[in-house]
């Protein structure tokens, strides 16, 4: 997904995981208090954490910096900002960037950080990744070393979203010594370790006493995770809990209006809640059922009926935080009649498997009552989420519509790929992401517009809504994140007065 997109944070494609043996990972150290302590409520636990061989967001959500660092990060504005490379210079031909690293940093394994760990980590993207989004990395042609404190990067071909992607989990330096338990025992040069991890449960992190940047504010953070919203809810307002990473329960917001206790940021995300369509099979190969679909569909009622009006509407996969965002909610407005005229009089029975997230269940309903209308019936199932959602839609592609919140930044190329579990295929969308990610800064704008266009002329999948950034934490909790444009929660600027 390019992200799977999946975020799954939110609710997105975040994969998480059922209580399932294990335990603690290490040693969990004595648990401090007050302002040295902080605990935020999620909804997906990760199924491991090995996020080179593990589809979804929770991973990276959890671990990407603040465990694992990359040579650059995203900052809150979106800008691109140095991490463990502390400057960069391109080439005028834009192939070639050298990268400055950092002096005196190790990782938790106490092993030094060089050049050397860096030519690792991207051969490991080739060779070991097991992800699909690896291939966004394929217009690295080699990387060399300088010295030990300089790495050259040589493209094939300039690209526009070679460093920003170097601010995704496929940018996470490795140790060399590091990687034999990647799943259960992460090796990272971050502000943070992991002191445990209870299965189903919880994930502890620890502060790295060794690390080479300021340190976080706060020494210990715990990842606590929930099965459903209203259980999240409760331990904020009981204290078990001081953030609500995102609220799965908009509805409940009331619950939290006391300014002396709680404070409310609302922001947006990346998050895309996709209605996915299985292009690669009957009914939704065909354009014209795929296009009654969108017409069927009251996105403004979806969205008050599922998510209480929070969040916004698009009609394509770029959100208005991406320079090439255009409002394409007017491509299929809501119509009744023009969808039954697009199904030509004919009707459909289709599988609807949605994983059993709060946002997927609600919008389920809203989708099958609405699609009723125009004569597609759709039975509902819910998949245990993210095992089996992960095993039936994404990996096999058996279903004919699904919906999931494809959370990842800079998304849309995962239509390019046809075996992607959309099953889309345009060779001329292709095009355009190539075309856009070589050429010049305004080119790589209009291409990529021009490509969100392809993609909802085609009705490739339609796109409910975007998913809002809410996040409810007691009084006194400082450095949340208005909006979530990246794939990390980061707790090193979090503080608690």
Same mark, same amino acid.
Do not use: C, H, M
């Given at each position: 997904m390019r992200r799977i997109g999946i975020w799954i944070a939110a609710g997105g494609l975040l994969l998480g995981t059922a209580a399932c043996g294990g335990g603690s990972t290490g040693e969990a150290p004595k648990q401090a208090a007050g302002s040295e302590t902080l605990s935020v409520g999620f909804v997906a636990e990760p199924a491991n954490l090995d996020f080179t061989s593990t589809e979804g967001a929770a991973i990276p959500q959890?671990?990407?910096?603040?465990?694992?660092?990359?040579?650059?990060?995203?900052?809150?504005?979106?800008?691109?900002?140095?991490?463990?490379?502390?400057?960069?210079?391109?080439?005028?031909? +834009? @192939?070639?960037? #050298? &990268?400055?690293? +950092? @002096?005196?940093? #190790? &990782?938790t394994n106490g092993a030094p950080f060089t050049a050397d760990d860096v030519i690792f980590s991207f051969d490991r993207v080739k060779t070991d990744w097991k992800l699909k989004i690896k291939s966004q990395l394929d217009t690295v042609d080699r990387v060399d070393k300088d010295d030990a404190s300089t790495v050259v990067v040589t493209l094939k071909q300039p690209s526009n979203g070679f460093l920003y992607t170097m601010t995704t989990r496929l940018g996470a330096m490795f140790s060399r010594t590091g990687v034999g338990d990647l799943a259960n025992k992460p090796v990272g040069t971050g502000p943070y370790q992991l002191a445990s991890w209870k299965r189903g449960d919880s994930i502890q992190l620890s502060g790295n006493d060794a690390y080479w940047g300021a340190k976080p504010k706060i020494p210990a953070v715990t990842l606590k995770y929930f099965k459903d919203a209203t259980a999240m809810n409760n331990a904020l307002l009981t204290g078990g809990i001081d953030v609500i990473s995102s609220v799965q329960a908009p509805e409940s917001l009331r619950q939290f209006a006391d300014p002396n206790r709680f404070e409310t940021v609302e922001g947006t995300t990346n998050g895309e809640v996709v209605l996915s369509m299985n292009n690669g099979r009957a009914p939704f190969n065909d354009k014209k059922v795929r296009q009654a679909v969108r017409h069927a569909i009251d996105h403004q009622a979806l969205l008050d009926t599922a998510w209480a009006g929070r969040g916004g509407l698009i009609g394509s996969m770029v959100p208005p935080t991406d320079p090439w965002y255009e409002d394409r909610t007017g491509d299929y407005p809501y119509d009744v009649a023009k969808a039954r005229e697009l199904l030509g009089g004919k009707t459909y029975n289709v599988k609807m498997r949605i994983p059993n997230l709060p946002y997927a269940v609600a919008g389920a309903q809203v989708v099958k009552s609405q699609l009723a209308q125009v004569g597609i019936t759709a039975d509902i199932e819910p998949l245990e989420f993210p095992a089996r959602w992960l095993d039936v839609v994404f990996s096999k592609a058996d279903y004919d519509l699904s919906i999931i919140n494809h959370v990842e930044p800079h998304d849309m190329s995962i239509f390019a790929d046809k075996s992607y579990y959309f099953r889309y295929d345009n060779p001329e969308f292709g095009k355009l992401l190539t075309s856009a990610d070589q050429g010049g800064e305004q080119q790589q704008i209009d291409d990529l517009k021009k490509a969100a266009k392809l993609l909802s002329d085609d009705a490739a999948a339609d796109w409910l809504f975007l998913f809002p950034n809410l996040i409810v934490a007691k009084k006194g909790v400082t450095g949340l994140p208005k909006n979530g444009i990246a794939e990390a929660f980061d707790f090193t600027a979090l503080a608690k007065q």
């Open positions: 959890a671990l990407l910096v603040n465990v694992y660092e990359g040579l650059v990060k995203l900052g809150q504005d979106g800008s691109i900002q140095p991490l463990l490379a502390e400057k960069w210079e391109v080439s005028p031909d +834009r @192939k070639t960037y #050298t &990268f400055s690293l +950092r @002096k005196g940093v #190790t &990782f």
